[in-house]
């Protein structure tokens, strides 16, 4: 596989597999940071090392899925951080897909969007929390780690 990593902790997927990953981390708490902006995947990523949170970031979403299908439930990520507006597979189509499986639907899913139209995250099937691009990082670290704290406990 194909990746960069800013750490061991935080890693990018450039393809589908997510057979070299650690098995250690898949099966520890993580977020699954979703961009189609490698910028902005690489500043959540450094932000989530930064409080001692492991992260994946994908910036093609066409690989969401091929790369949640190679692992088993107990590897899952603890959330989903989801851009909206990318190409090819939107975040909404994700999200909506996700919700309608009965394999992920259980997934917390953390919409991000600079879209001044999305408001809630109950403007999106399956989202649980909504985080407005440009985002304060307080605010998010605060709602990502309520989260995490949630889906560990």
């Given at each position: 596989?194909?990746?960069?990593?800013?750490?061991?902790?935080?890693?990018?997927?450039?393809?589908?597999?997510?057979?070299?990953?650690?098995?250690?981390?898949?099966?520890?708490?993580?977020?699954?940071?979703?961009?189609?902006?490698?910028?902005?995947?690489?500043?959540?990523?450094?932000?989530?090392?930064?409080?001692?949170?492991?992260?994946?970031?994908?910036?093609?979403?066409?690989?969401?899925f091929p790369f949640l299908s190679q692992l088993e439930t107990d590897q899952f990520p603890s959330v989903i951080l989801l851009d909206l507006m990318m190409?090819?597979?939107?975040?909404?189509?994700?999200?909506?897909?996700?919700?309608?499986?009965?394999?992920?639907?259980?997934?917390?899913?953390?919409?991000?969007?600079?879209?001044?139209?999305?408001?809630?995250?109950?403007?999106?099937?399956?989202a649980i929390d909504y985080v407005a691009k440009p985002f304060q990082i307080d605010a998010l670290m605060t709602k990502l780690k309520s989260h995490l704290?949630?889906?560990?406990?």
């Amino acid at each position: 596989m194909q990746y960069a990593g800013v750490s061991t902790a935080s890693i990018f997927i450039d393809d589908k597999s997510a057979s070299t990953i650690s098995d250690q981390l898949l099966r520890s708490p993580y977020v699954l940071v979703v961009d189609d902006d490698e910028a902005i995947v690489s500043v959540l990523l450094l932000l989530l090392e930064g409080e001692g949170l492991s992260g994946i970031g994908i910036t093609d979403s066409r690989n969401v899925f091929p790369f949640l299908s190679q692992l088993e439930t107990d590897q899952f990520p603890s959330v989903i951080l989801l851009d909206l507006m990318m190409p090819v597979l939107s975040g909404y189509e994700i999200a909506s897909k996700l919700s309608q499986s009965e394999r992920y639907r259980h997934l917390p899913i953390i919409i991000m969007t600079a879209d001044g139209r999305v408001r809630s995250a109950s403007s999106v099937q399956g989202a649980i929390d909504y985080v407005a691009k440009p985002f304060q990082i307080d605010a998010l670290m605060t709602k990502l780690k309520s989260h995490l704290d949630r889906s560990t406990s």
